[in-house]
């Protein structure tokens, strides 16, 4: 429930379930699901105990923590990229706080340093870190023209 | 390939194959003009989130990013051309993003309307207004020019910060212009100058 959180935004959050309570008339002021809301991430976090091991999730997040792709090259993340012929895309929406602006910025400024060809923008989008698993014309434009300008 | 003016004569006097920076690069014509016909690896800085769109999608390397704060990223003469055109009067800081332009580039490209150009006078003396003119086409509350600038204010700024020039155009309507006479005939002026080298930011 907590990270489900994290893939939407406040105001996606607010405009699809506002302080509606759910299938009742008035506040219980007890531990239940009064609001749609707390009902809906309720409904995410279950289903994600079904189809998921817990376990799984303990292991990929001790993953996540040990890595550390800077400290295997001196300390410095632009070396980690040095001497790559790839070229780099970073894309960023504004409402996003998983994945903030300013940690692809710091991204793209290490790509900078090491001098790789990078292209990096922030579009708008209401719906925080999920926006990207939605309509995105402007996301597919970048992507398209990203994909086929090869040089 | 139709470039404007300014950016026809940066395009032709960019060396083949060189590593040229962009600064404020628009939708990445110029970028895409000098890839195609030069060979030259451009990279691109872009306040506008859809001219970074755009550019990306003709498959350039560009940065959405701000010249009066993103410029420091950039390491000590990366570049073979910086490149700043008709960007400088719309920075906060116009002399630290020449500073930085100076740093960058082993030479810099900077281009500008010219707020001393006789129609802008004329505008001024007669019209009593803010002048709007063909270059200069928003009025006083929306333009994006913050810093207007002069010929002559440039050529004292570049004297006073013992900058040196290898190269300077002139146009008015499209066509060059005698340098005598810029600071009155000339819309837009294109200047060409050498880097600083190794200037600390700090």
């Known amino acids: 429930m907590a990270a489900h959180i994290t893939y939407l935004s406040e105001a996606g959050l607010t405009e699809k379930f506002g302080r509606r309570l759910q299938a009742r008339d008035a506040k219980s002021f007890g531990f239940d699901a009064d609001f749609q809301v707390e009902s809906y991430l309720r409904h995410q976090g279950l289903s994600f105990v079904d189809r998921f091991d817990a376990n799984s999730y303990l292991y990929i997040t001790r993953a996540m923590d040990y890595f550390d792709l800077a400290e295997e090259h001196g300390g410095r993340l632009a070396n980690a990229f040095r001497g790559s012929s790839a070229r780099f895309c970073l894309v960023s929406f504004d409402t996003d706080w998983l994945y903030p602006t300013r940690e692809s910025r710091a991204i793209v400024h290490a790509l900078n340093a090491a001098g790789a060809p990078v292209s990096f923008m922030e579009l708008s989008s209401p719906y925080g870190h999920d926006a990207f698993l939605l309509d995105a014309p402007e996301l597919y434009r970048v992507v398209t023209g990203f994909m086929g300008g090869g040089t | ?202």
């Open chain 2, 1 to 202: 390939m139709n470039l404007r003016p300014d950016l026809a004569i940066i395009a032709d006097h960019v060396a083949p194959g060189a590593r040229v920076l962009d600064i404020g690069c628009g939708d990445g014509l110029l970028m895409a003009a000098l890839r195609d016909t030069k060979g030259v690896d451009a990279r691109g800085l872009e306040l506008d989130a859809a001219n970074v769109a755009a550019a990306v999608g003709r498959g350039l390397s560009v940065i959405q990013g701000d010249a009066d704060t993103d410029l420091a990223d950039y390491p000590a003469q990366s570049f073979d051309y910086a490149i700043l055109s008709q960007t400088l009067q719309t920075c906060r800081a116009p002399d630290k993003v020449l500073d930085e332009l100076l740093r960058i580039g082993r030479r810099a490209f900077v281009s500008f309307p010219n707020f001393a150009h006789w129609r802008v006078r004329l505008s001024l003396l007669w019209g009593g207004r803010m002048p709007v003119t063909r270059l200069l086409p928003e009025r006083w509350y929306d333009t994006p020019n913050i810093h207007h600038l002069t010929v002559d204010d440039f050529r004292a700024y570049l004297k006073e910060h013992g900058v040196a020039v290898e190269g300077a155009w002139f146009l008015s309507r499209g066509r060059k212009t005698t340098s005598a006479a810029a600071n009155v005939l000339a819309e837009h002026a294109v200047f060409l100058l050498r880097g600083t080298g190794t200037y600390n930011a700090g």
